[in-house]
């Protein structure tokens, strides 16, 4: 049999040797995309000739010459445009990661209330997903900005929230936490919670392994991290920050911290918006655990408890994370929309730095070339997460 | 909890109700089973078959009527409920394995959980079960992987290894092809000698015919007749009972 199976593939005339064909499709599908990129390359080049320039990043390395009003790291307009760009990735990466963790926060709970059997919580679930999924982002970002967060009353009326939240039109002042003399140490302090609960969670896993029953890990490595940044904060002689509450002097608020109303607006618009594809796919996750799945467990003696976190959660998780991979890249790229708002995120930034320099296909390749890399890096993460829990078919 | 002698019975059913909203699905079935008993149930499509078998370790809920299974009464009372599951076990037409469970760890999971009881004696418990199915080399598989008659080997032996006392069948052998019935069957048959308590909902009469110690057909909600094979197959009494015999030994 063996021998027969080898002398008969040995006959085979290459072209029509499958595997032949698979590695020959490859190699000129490669071909054609260096052929097409070469061609590409070349027109941008000599187009760029006619106009005297060559491509160069060399502006990254000039003074930018810009202010920018919302920053988290130290900058001045006499800095280079490399330092701008900084800024500007990092506030869209903060915005973004604030809206994938509030916007999985409100979907998961728009999903699961669809599936109330309470009419009313179902139904006003449903109406807020039909809505929201049928606004364009952009409009809705733009009523959110022109429509709510800059037609608040001024600083002088603002709307107090307890006794030192207060929003206005100039944004949302809140309490803020100042250094003292040992907030180093209490870095290290938390550094060792790190540490601590990264053992428990390692330990717990071990446990689980050895008996076959999986404690609740995720829970306890919170625990133990909280459990000692509590400790710590009360052990310290000195609380390791003292409270800066905002207070209205003259024309503005002094001291807290003030959100913009342009990242408000902005976040508010990408959470709403994307936590109602969220909530879809929660909900689509959930129903495509079988009825029959949720009897058998009960069937078998286990509680409501377990069976949704040993049976219904880790199923529906394989059916929620690809496209909710997709949402929050999607959250990502659509943080771009910051533009027409005014938030000076990477697009807004990079519009800036190309009007001063002129130096369009740079800018717009070094954009490109960010947002891409961190799509790719969202995407590795959640691709290892999806292959750990993949199911297994025939 | 005393002993069971074998004569005493280990379910009673007294004139149990179900409705579905308006829909009156069980309409006052009176059954008593013995410890050991092998009960055969068939009837037509609709007839509240799956709806019977399924209150008795409450996946279905009745509203009217009395059910003791092996002296617990099921009531609105959580803990009775867990009791009377931790005694009762059941095979599904569609299998309902874990998809994302070995065979292995399906099979161990409840015990682990409900019983608590150490991986090395559930996994010992499982591989011993396997064994008894007839596939121990399955153990490292996925269901997906498995044929439909292997998944419901596997699904017996989960159901097994809670170390129960009565096994409840749902029509274990509609939703696979002929080749694989047999294997199933003969894996129930087993389970019937060993002395299992168990209620056969299923249309499989060479089955029924040489395992059940009695059969009760089931027809819009109600219990028609019921008595051993012998009765049911050579001399039914009821009109009903004989049409649909007719009906499902004609083929
Ligand atoms: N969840 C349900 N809601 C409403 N009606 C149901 C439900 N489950 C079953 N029924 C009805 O109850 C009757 C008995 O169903 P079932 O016990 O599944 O029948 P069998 O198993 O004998 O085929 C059928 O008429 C069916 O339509
Ligand atoms: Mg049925």
């Not at chain 1, 949302?172 to 060792?192: F, K």
């Not at chain 1, 219904?312 to 998780?317: D, E, T």
Request: hydrophobic letters at 45%; a neutral charge; charged letters at 15%.
């Amino acid at each position: 049999m063996e021998k027969t199976h080898t002398t008969q593939q040995a006959t085979i005339p290459f072209w029509r040797d499958e595997r032949v064909l698979r590695v020959l499709g490859q190699i000129i599908f490669l071909i054609a995309v260096i052929v097409f990129g070469y061609y590409i390359y070349n027109n941008m080049i000599t187009a760029l000739a006619k106009q005297g320039m060559t491509p160069s990043f060399a502006f990254l390395n000039q003074t930018a010459g810009f202010d920018i009003g919302e920053r988290l790291i130290e900058y001045e307009r006499a800095d280079f445009n490399k330092r701008a760009v900084l800024v500007a990735v990092l506030n869209t990466v903060q915005v973004s990661i604030v809206g994938i963790i509030l916007s999985t926060i409100l979907g998961v709970f728009l999903g699961i209330a669809r599936l109330s059997t309470n009419f009313l919580v179902a139904k006003l679930s449903s109406i807020y997903l039909e809505i929201l999924r049928n606004i364009p982002l952009l409009v809705l970002l733009i009523f959110w900005y022109t429509g709510i967060f800059i037609t608040l009353p001024r600083v002088k009326e603002a709307i107090s929230l307890g006794t030192s939240i207060f929003i206005s039109n100039r944004g949302m002042v809140i309490p803020w936490g100042i250094p003292t003399e040992t907030w180093r140490a209490y870095l290290i302090v938390l550094g060792v919670g790190i540490v601590l609960s990264a053992i428990v969670n390692w330990q717990l896993n071990l446990v689980g392994k050895r008996t076959g029953r999986p404690p609740l890990v995720t829970l306890w490595t919170i625990i133990t991290f909280l459990a000692v940044a509590i400790i710590g904060w009360i052990a310290l002689p000195q609380s390791p920050l003292t409270l800066d509450l905002p207070t209205l002097q003259g024309l503005n608020f002094k001291g807290g911290y003030t959100f913009s109303p342009e990242y408000l607006a902005l976040l508010s618009g990408l959470v709403i918006y994307t936590a109602a594809f969220v909530g879809e796919i929660v909900r689509a996750g959930i129903l495509s655990v079988s009825k029959g799945q949720i009897e058998a467990s009960r069937a078998l003696g286990l509680n409501a408890f377990q069976t949704l976190r040993l049976i219904v959660f880790p199923q529906a998780m394989r059916v929620i994370v690809p496209p909710l991979t997709s949402q929050y890249l999607n959250l990502t790229k659509n943080s771009s929309l910051a533009v027409a708002i005014g938030y000076p995120d990477l697009f807004a930034i990079a519009g800036t730095m190309h009007n001063q320099t002129g130096r369009s296909v740079e800018v717009i390749a070094l954009m490109m070339g960010i947002y891409l890399s961190t799509s790719l890096i969202t995407s590795v993460f959640m691709n290892f997460y999806n292959k750990k829990i993949k199911l297994v078919e025939r | 909890m005393s002993e069971n002698n074998n004569n005493d019975p280990i379910i009673v059913c007294q004139d149990v109700h179900k409705w579905y909203g308006q829909f009156h699905a069980l309409r006052g079935i009176d059954m008593e089973v013995r410890k050991g008993e092998v009960i055969v149930i068939f009837g037509p499509s609709g007839s509240g078959k799956s709806t019977f078998i399924r209150t008795i370790n409450r996946l279905e809920e009745h509203q009217s009527g009395q059910i003791v299974v092996d002296s617990i009464e099921l009531t609105h009372d959580v803990r009775n409920i867990e009791a009377i599951r931790k005694e009762t076990g059941m095979v599904f037409q569609q299998f309902n394995l874990f998809p994302h469970l070995t065979v292995l760890q399906n099979i161990t999971l409840a015990p682990l959980q409900v019983h608590k009881w150490k991986k090395e004696k559930a996994e010992e418990i499982a591989m011993q079960l396997l064994e008894r199915v007839g596939i121990p080399e399955q153990a490292e598989k996925f269901p997906g992987q498995l044929s439909g008659g292997q998944q419901q080997r596997v699904a017996i032996a989960r159901a097994l290894a809670m170390q129960l006392k009565i096994m409840l069948f749902d029509e274990p052998t509609s939703a696979l092809d002929p080749e694989m019935i047999k294997e199933v069957l003969d894996v129930m048959t087993e389970l019937a000698e060993s002395g299992m308590t168990m209620l056969v909902v299923t249309h499989e009469m060479g089955f029924a015919r040489s395992v059940a110690d009695r059969m009760f057909f089931f027809d819009e909600g109600q219990i028609v007749e019921s008595g051993s094979p012998e009765d049911i197959y050579n001399n039914p009494q009821e009109d009903r009972t004989k049409l649909f015999l007719s009906q499902i030994l004609q083929h």
